[in-house]
């Protein structure tokens, strides 16, 4: 996976290009990290490769798609429109495996389930794949995160301060 600062990028650079109610940035910030949750099975003994190991459904579009549906279901907590909450919690969440598609390692992402049980990747994998837990405050985690300020943060800024200063004009 890209670390929690690519993960976190896209709900980040949204809010930078428009306004977004703080209880919905907060959901896609919880919802582009939450796949990862599965890196718990771990914990309990999930074998590597099967459906709930990491990379399994939690990365699939299936999965995002559940998601949004519950931003939906709580948009009024949210305070925007339905649409509105579930089509940016589906970004959200669904950046998470795309971005993880991308990385040089780690387990092929299940982004097909429950279609197919492929683990894939995408042909061009440029972001440095991100050690997990404190392996991350390391020498590896600095280069994890220069890889993402190339391929990630500095894109998603461009693209989210061209959207605002258009929006603005
Ligand atoms: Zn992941």
């Known amino acids: 996976m890209p670390s929690f600062v690519g993960h976190f990028t896209s709900p980040l650079a949204t809010r930078i290009a428009r306004v977004l109610p703080p ?15 599965d890196t718990i099975g771990a914990l309990f003994g999930v074998e590597r490769d099967t459906l709930f190991a990491h990379r399994g459904i939690t990365h699939s579009f299936a999965f995002a798609l559940v998601v949004a549906g519950i931003a939906m279901l709580g948009s009024n907590w949210l305070q925007v429109s339905r649409p509105r909450a579930g089509l940016f919690v589906l970004a959200c969440a669904l950046s998470h495996p795309l971005l993880d598609l991308l990385t040089n390692g780690g387990p092929g992402v299940m982004i097909g389930w429950p279609l197919s049980d492929a683990r894939v990747f995408a042909p061009w994998r440029p972001i440095e794949v991100s050690p997990l837990g404190v392996g991350f405050f390391s020498a590896r985690g600095l280069t994890v995160v220069a890889s993402e300020l190339v391929w990630i943060v500095t894109p998603s800024l461009l693209i989210a301060f061209a959207a605002r200063r258009r929006a603005t004009q």
Request: proline residues 7%; without cysteine; aromatic residues 0%.
């Open 23 to 37: 209880r919905l940035l907060v959901a896609g910030l919880v919802a582009s990290m939450l796949p990862d949750l």
